[in-house]
């Protein structure tokens, strides 16, 4: 009895002690409105990574890693996958488009080497939702009916994404294991779901048998890919040491609870979808990379207070490439928004900054840097939740001196002009968070690590 007893205060008290989690997340996050420079940075961590995972958003997205002189794009599959070591994994809270998974994969295979062997290193998460065909042409036609009653769309890609994300709250959607279990129960699940969308679209074209066939085959070539993502999340974070790494999709200012509403995505892209997308619990997220351009762009429409519609943005756009990933759309570009980055840190806590293409400014003889808003000479303590005010609003600028010198070919933090060192310690001041890599060029060999 004596016995029995001291075991169950030895196990109690050890169960009562706060364990450190064994295996914590590291995220990469964009801190603006996308187009941040994100794969690079995921590339540079992945190198090294055991497991890369994406958790939000779907073929929306448009990261470019550059590898032996090689440029992929990637849009579902995680930058990660190049890593012949590491696994990637698609979390439950990103929405699939299975003929764009399978189209981006083929066309990255015929770019280079790096993607071979990825269907042997991709898993995918049983509780991920699929985007329909019939959800892209929704996209569409929603984007032409705010045109025509508001004369104002919201610049979705027309992926689909809004309206998968809408069947997944109305509870109607098709999931991952649906596709891969009884076909036949899918079948009449999907019939349902493309009835309510003809019912409310009536001149949706939706061939229904077609794309059932081609789901059918789809179901083959992912069955093998797809696993219990909570299973496989709780093992990789609790056994044994493992470097896991988060890929961020879009951008703070895009997150559908905290970015410029009405003008966002439809997923979290913020720190809390990192758990809700992949099952992941807070205590188990470790570091929070935020990366940032060293100058904003926007891409589609809505408020952007520091853009510059002028010689200026024009100068941005032609030396940065601003065209987008995904659509091919002209980016908007403007000054460095710290008001808008320092509300992304809010929310996201990160613990530093990847400073991205900073070489961009090497030619301009002094840069302005956002510092403060004011709505009719009043000032505003913190960014505004009223796309209303934010059009409104007034930049106080702070003008800091150019370097008018190439950095493309600096590799340490010393050699950079002295005029580059102030301007990233002035956005380190400013934000109190500490510059981790600088960004002055297109390889991951380009990212200069200050510490």
């Not at 809408?166 to 009835?195: M, P, Y």
């Not at 010198?405 to 400013?430: G, K, M, N, W």
Request: charged share 25%; glycine share 10%; hydrophobic share 40%.
């Amino acid at each position: 009895a004596l016995a029995r007893y001291l075991i169950k205060c030895i196990y109690g008290k050890s169960l009562r002690t706060p364990k450190e989690p064994r295996n914590k997340v590291t995220v990469v996050l964009g801190a603006q409105w996308g187009d941040e420079g994100k794969g690079k940075v995921v590339d540079l961590l992945a190198m090294d990574a055991d497991l890369v995972c994406r958790c939000q958003g779907g073929n929306n997205a448009g990261h470019t890693v550059v590898v032996d002189s090689v440029e992929y794009d990637f849009h579902l599959l995680p930058s990660g996958v190049l890593n012949k070591k590491a696994v990637s994994f698609i979390g439950n809270g990103v929405v699939i488009h299975l003929p764009g998974l399978f189209e981006e994969a083929e066309k990255n295979l015929q770019k280079g080497k790096g993607l071979e062997g990825w269907e042997e290193r991709l898993k995918i998460s049983d509780r991920a939702h699929i985007v329909f065909n019939f959800h892209q042409a929704v996209d569409g036609i929603q984007e032409q009916q705010r045109q025509l009653q508001a004369g104002k769309n919201l610049g979705t890609t027309k992926k689909g994404i809004g309206p998968a994300y809408s069947s997944k709250a109305a509870r109607n959607g098709l999931r991952v294991c649906d596709l891969v279990s009884d076909f036949t129960v899918f079948e009449e699940k999907f019939r349902v779901l493309a009835e309510h969308f003809l019912t409310m679209y009536p001149n949706l074209n939706v061939d229904i048998d077609n794309e059932l066939q081609q789901l059918k085959e789809y179901a083959e070539r992912l069955r093998p890919l797809v696993t219990d993502g909570v299973y496989f999340m709780h093992k990789a974070l609790t056994g044994h040491s493992k470097k896991i790494l988060v890929e961020g999709a879009n951008a703070a200012l895009l997150d559908i609870d905290f970015g410029t509403y009405p003008f966002v995505t439809s997923s979290n892209c913020t720190v809390g979808g990192v758990c809700t997308g992949l099952g992941v619990p807070p205590s188990y997220v470790g570091r929070v990379y935020g990366v940032v351009k060293a100058y904003t762009t926007r891409v589609g429409v809505g408020a952007f207070p520091t853009e510059q519609d002028n010689e200026v943005g024009n100068l941005l756009q032609s030396r940065g490439r601003e065209f987008g990933v995904t659509t091919d759309r002209q980016r908007r570009c403007g000054w460095l928004d710290l008001i808008l980055v320092r509300y992304a840190h809010m929310v996201n806590g990160f613990t530093a900054i990847a400073l991205t293409k900073l070489d961009i400014l090497d030619t301009l003889s002094e840069i302005k840097v956002g510092v403060a808003y004011s709505v009719d000479d009043e000032p505003l303590p913190s960014f505004p939740a009223n796309m209303d005010v934010l059009t409104r609003v007034s930049v106080k600028y702070e003008t800091l001196p150019g370097w008018c010198c190439s950095t493309e070919d600096v590799r340490c933090f010393e050699e950079l002009p002295p005029q580059a060192q102030s301007y990233i310690r002035f956005i380190e001041d400013f934000l109190q968070v500490p510059v981790k890599w600088v960004g002055v060029g297109k390889s991951r060999e380009s990212m200069i690590k200050l510490f």
